[in-house]
């Protein structure tokens, strides 16, 4: 898995250019350092998966390393729950953050001792004052697109006015919003991010690691570039929309090299495309709204594109990776087609994936001219074009569970499964001849009746001897194992849900699951948990991970064996 072949992008050809130039050459460190920078504030989704494999895969690729760092500076948005699960994502799909022998998983709340000694110093060199303007004025005076901002009344407060009243913010004197750190850069600037940006604020709330040893917290765009400078990144690579966050960041790691805080070369910032997938949301906030009003069962549903959920559903992290490596990294805004990503799940599996059988909507087949109690042994392989993996066993017996949909009374054109007359091949077993069906009081079918050719079994010189259009699957229902399967499909009926300013919530694909009681051939009773299947001509199943138990086995289907969404 390590060893995909990694196509090139403007990333690589960047990194490439810095080892040849020497750019991040340090002693003790590698000339590749990057980092995955998650909020701890929900479960990560696809989009996250692009970022960690970009970013874990180019650490890999050049040897280097790669950071897990959380960026915990919102302490009412975050939350130990959302520590573990980014951290089991992140290995499950593939990724660790050990480098010879050593843990680079961070905190920036680790950091905040030396982020506030850096505003202190901020303060004390000119560049930084603390603005006590209300939260109405201060927005007024920004400016906007068209018109330059107005400087603040308290810009020109001295350093140490400025450094008294930062402490005693940091003190707890002062309520939420009494005043702000703000650095002290241009109000005319045409990047609004440069009109004199807050870097701290006053919130007195509880954060999940430092509890209430503070009451200020530095702001994100303060934290981030400064955090990537402790931790020496040499690449720290982004999404688009914070490329006009990028003056701000080379500002405040300049400022704070000339302190004598970082040395030189510091961390450079690029920026990439986001992932937009099609029939998905990839925003927590949707995403959240999706579990908060029951629309799904939970951040795990196996129509979420959470990488909990991928999970659940059935998806390999081999699968995820590929697909990250196939769609590349641009930087310019694109959607990529779910089909995609299930394209990458088929490709993944259908090498390595055991075949079964499954019977999805039953109907009952009864072979008159076998006596009852009598079960001869059938075979089959367990992959088509692996045969080391073996052969499996599956008894057929008088009774059988084949598909509603494989047989017809009356045939329309073209059909060449079962009906009156007709014959077809029980795969994997006999030839059978159908010589009616059973009705109930409303008509529906309830048994179809057939008689088989004792000598025409699967891999047997007498088989040759029958040639027949129809090949139909079937289990025993006296050894068949009953088990709920649940049929997953895309969670949105529209391509782009929340393009536009379209309401999502209203394209919903009310057809996203459907649970159906089933037969699966009798091995299948040891599948475990977590186990993948090729159910033949139905798709890929697999065992769920939280519901199936041995007495009550529970499937999930992963996606079907050909694209049903295909225009
Ligand atoms: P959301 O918008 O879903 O809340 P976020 O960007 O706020 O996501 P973070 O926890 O800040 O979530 O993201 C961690 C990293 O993942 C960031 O570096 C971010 O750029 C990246 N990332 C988030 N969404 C995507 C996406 N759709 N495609 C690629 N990278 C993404
Ligand atoms: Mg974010």
Redesign the pocket.
């Known amino acids: 898995m390590s060893n995909t072949t990694s196509s090139s992008n403007f990333l690589r050809n960047i990194i490439e250019e810095d080892l040849a130039a020497g750019t991040h050459t340090r002693a003790g460190l590698p000339s590749v350092i990057t980092r995955?920078?998650?909020?701890p504030?929900?479960y990560l989704?696809i989009?996250?998966a692009?970022?960690i494999c970009l970013n874990f895969g180019l650490a890999r690729d050049y040897v280097g390393r790669c950071h897990l760092r959380f960026?915990d500076t919102n302490p009412e948005q975050e939350e130990q729950e959302y520590v573990d699960t980014i951290i089991d994502s992140v290995q499950w799909l593939g990724f660790s953050w050990q480098h010879q022998e050593q843990t680079h998983l961070y905190y920036a709340s680790n950091y905040f001792e030396q982020l506030y000694a850096m505003a202190e110093y901020l303060i004390q060199a000119g560049h930084a004052y603390v603005d006590s303007q209300n939260a109405k004025d201060m927005a007024a005076n920004r400016g906007s697109f068209s018109e330059a901002g107005k400087n603040s009344p308290y810009r020109e407060r001295s350093a140490e006015e400025s450094l008294a009243l930062f402490r005693r913010m940091k003190a707890g004197e002062f309520a939420d919003g009494e005043h702000v750190l703000r650095a002290k850069i241009d109000m005319a600037s045409p990047n609004m991010n440069m009109r004199d940006p807050a870097i701290y604020r006053i919130r007195h709330a509880h954060h999940h690691r430092t509890g209430d040893t503070w009451c200020i917290y530095p702001m994100y765009d303060y934290t981030h570039p400064l955090s990537d400078a402790l931790e020496n990144i040499t690449h720290s690579?982004?999404?688009l929309e914070?490329q006009d966050h990028r003056p701000f960041y080379d500002w405040i790691i300049a400022r704070c090299a000339e302190g004598g805080y970082f040395q030189q070369p510091v961390p450079q910032q690029y920026e990439f495309a986001?992932?937009?997938l099609t029939y998905v949301v990839?925003?927590?906030?949707k995403?959240r709204q999706l579990v908060e009003q029951g629309i799904v069962n939970g951040w795990d549903d196996p129509r979420m594109p959470t990488i909990v959920g991928l999970r659940r559903r059935g998806y390999t992290p081999e699968s995820i990776q590929l697909f990250c490596e196939r769609i590349g990294v641009t930087r310019s805004d694109g959607w990529i087609d779910m089909s995609t990503l299930e394209g990458c799940l088929r490709e993944d599996l259908d090498p390595k994936a055991p075949r079964a059988t499954a019977v999805l909507r039953p109907l009952q087949l009864i072979i008159d001219n076998l006596a009852d109690g009598v079960a001869i042994e059938c075979s089959a392989p367990v992959h088509p074009h692996h045969p080391e993996h073996g052969m499996r066993t599956f008894p057929l017996s008088n009774t059988l569970w084949i598909e509603q949909e494989d047989f017809m009374e009356v045939p329309s054109k073209g059909y060449f499964r079962l009906f009156p007359g007709n014959k077809v091949r029980l795969r994997h077993g006999f030839v059978v001849e159908c010589t009616g069906c059973d009705k109930d009081e409303q008509g529906n079918v309830i048994a179809v009746h057939c008689n088989y050719f004792p000598d025409s079994q699967s891999g047997t010189p007498g088989s040759a001897n029958y040639k027949v259009k129809g090949n139909i699957h079937w289990v025993s229902a006296a050894h068949a194992l009953s088990a709920e399967v649940r049929l997953y499909d895309r969670l949105f009926t529209d391509p782009n849900p929340d393009a536009g300013g379209k309401d999502f919530i209203t394209l919903l694909n009310p057809n996203a699951l459907e649970v159906v009681q089933a037969y699966l051939e009798p091995g299948m009773r040891d599948a475990l948990p977590d186990a993948r299947y090729q159910f033949e001509r139905h798709g890929y199943f697999v065992a769920d991970r939280v519901d199936s138990v041995a007495e009550k086995p529970v499937f999930n289907r992963i996606t079907t064996l050909k694209d049903s969404w295909a225009k």
């Not at 995955?36 to 909020?39: A, C, I, L, Q, R």
């Not at 990839?282 to 906030?285: E, G, V, Y």
Request: include cysteine; charge should be positive; hydrophobic fraction near 20%.
């Open positions: 995955f920078p998650p909020e504030n929900g989704h989009g996250h692009k970022s960026d690579i982004c999404t914070f986001r992932l937009n990839t925003s927590k906030r995403l």
